[in-house]
C-alpha cells in the first residue's frame, strides 16, 4: 500500500508560518496534484512529504507508517525536479542506475531494472548519450526512468514540465498521465498551472496562502467551486465576476451598483440584502436580443473559438464564441447570462451561495 495521509500539518520559519495545518488524504495508486499560485506553499509541502524540508507541526504518514523523523532516503520515495538532477559526466544508463548502485543492487539487476524503465519510456537509443545530447524533453524522460527503476511506494514530480516549451509540455502531461496509468503508483504531482492539473490529476488539492482552499476531481471543481478564488483559479480564459444584489421580484436577476439589470435563468438562496458576486464562464455566455448591452473591445480568433473581452456596465468581461463570428471593437452586442452554469458568492465571504 502506498497511501499518503497528511494530518494538520504545518511549516514555519521562525514567526512565519508557510503552511497552516493542512489534511490531505491520498490513496495508493492515486494521481493527486497541488496547485495554486507562486507562494502558496504547494512546493514546501511536497519537500516536506520527501523529507527534505522539517515538520513544524502535524503528522505525514506513508504506507501507513508516519515518516516525519526518516531520512529522505528511507522513505521509499522517488522525487523528480524541475531542472532534471542529472549528472552531466554519465550516461542516460549509468543516471538511471545511479541509485541502484549506491543501494549495492547487483548489475544484472541494475542492467535489468534500467532496461524496462526505457522501454517503458522509449529511451532505449539515447541510454549511451549523455544530458548535453539530450533534448529537455528527452532528459525529463531520463529523470522519470531514474525515478522508476527504484520502484518507489510514491512518486513526487515537483513542476517538471515548467522548463518546457508549450508544444512539449502538452506531450510531456500525456506521456506522464499515460505512465502513471501504466504503473498504478501513487503520484504527487506540484504544479502552478491549472490546465495540467485538470487534465492531469484524479483530485485536486488547491492552495492559497499555506492552506487548503477545495479538494475534489478536476470537474468537481470546476462545477461547483467553493469559493471566489477557486472559481477564479481554474478555468481558462479564467471565469468573470459581476457583483451586485439580487432584485426582489418574480424574475431573478442581479442589480449592479450603477442600476444595470442582469436577468438570470436562476437565483441564489442569499439573505436579505447579501451583496452576491455573480461567477459565469465564459464559455457559458450567450448572445440574444433581449441580453444585457456589451461593447466589445478586443477580438481574438484563435480557430475553433473566438475570445471576445466586452465592457459590460463598466465591467471588462471575457465572453468566447465556439461558433465563428464577425466582431469588431467598439460594436455593440446583447449578451445573455440565463446559463443554468451561473454561480454565486458571498460578496464579503467569498462563499459559495447554492441556488
Not at 37 to 53: D, H, N, V, Y
Not at 340 to 345: A, D, E, L, W
Request: hydrophobic share 40%.
Amino acid at each position: 500500500m502506498s497511501a499518503v495521509t497528511i494530518s494538520n500539518v504545518k511549516k514555519a520559519y521562525g514567526a512565519a508560518q508557510i503552511i497552516h495545518g493542512v489534511d490531505v488524504d491520498i490513496e495508493d495508486g492515486e494521481f493527486v496534484i497541488l496547485v495554486g499560485p507562486s507562494g502558496c506553499g504547494k512546493s514546501t509541502l511536497l519537500r516536506m512529504i520527501a523529507g527534505l524540508e522539517d515538520i513544524s507541526g502535524g503528522e505525514i504518514s506513508i504506507g501507513g507508517r508516519v515518516v516525519n523523523t526518516l531520512q529522505p532516503k528511507d522513505r521509499d520515495i522517488a522525487m523528480v525536479f524541475q531542472n532534471y538532477a542529472l549528472y552531466p559526466q554519465m550516461t542516460v544508463a549509468q543516471n538511471m542506475g545511479f541509485a541502484l548502485e549506491l543501494a549495492g543492487a547487483k548489475r544484472a539487476e541494475i542492467d535489468r531494472k534500467v532496461g524496462e524503465a526505457a522501454q517503458i519510456l522509449g529511451l532505449q537509443p539515447l541510454l549511451g548519450r549523455k544530458p548535453a545530447q539530450l533534448s529537455g524533453g528527452q532528459r525529463q524522460r531520463v529523470a522519470m526512468g531514474r525515478a522508476i527503476v527504484r520502484d518507489p511506494k510514491v512518486f513526487l514530480f515537483d513542476e517538471p514540465l515548467s522548463n518546457l516549451d508549450a508544444k512539449l509540455r502538452v506531450k510531456m502531461r500525456a506521456e506522464i498521465k499515460a505512465l502513471h496509468q501504466r504503473l498504478k503508483t501513487t503520484i504527487v504531482y506540484v504544479t502552478h498551472d491549472q490546465i495540467e492539473a485538470m487534465t492531469m490529476a484524479d483530485k485536486i488539492v488547491v492552495l492559497q496562502g499555506g492552506k487548503v482552499e477545495q479538494i475534489g476531481t478536476p470537474l468537481e471543481l470546476y462545477d461547483r467551486p467553493q469559493n471566489i478564488f477557486v472559481a477564479g483559479f481554474l478555468g481558462s480564459p479564467a471565469m468573470n465576476f459581476l457583483e451586485g444584489r439580487m432584485e426582489p421580484g418574480a424574475q431573478p436577476a442581479l442589480l449592479l451598483s450603477d442600476g444595470t439589470r442582469i436577468a438570470l435563468a436562476k437565483a441564489p438562496r442569499a439573505g436579505s440584502g447579501a451583496g452576491v458576486t455573480m461567477g459565469i464562464r465564459p464559455e457559458d455566455i450567450t448572445v440574444g436580443d433581449d441580453g444585457v448591452a456589451a461593447t466589445v473591445t478586443v477580438v481574438e480568433p484563435t480557430g475553433s473559438e473566438t475570445h471576445v473581452a466586452v465592457t459590460v456596465a463598466g465591467r471588462e468581461l471575457t465572453w468566447v464564441a465556439r461558433q465563428r463570428v464577425e466582431l469588431i471593437p467598439g460594436q455593440q452586442v446583447g449578451l445573455s447570462f440565463k446559463s443554468p452554469s451561473v454561480h454565486f458568492f458571498d460578496t464579503s465571504s467569498g462563499r459559495r451561495f447554492e441556488a
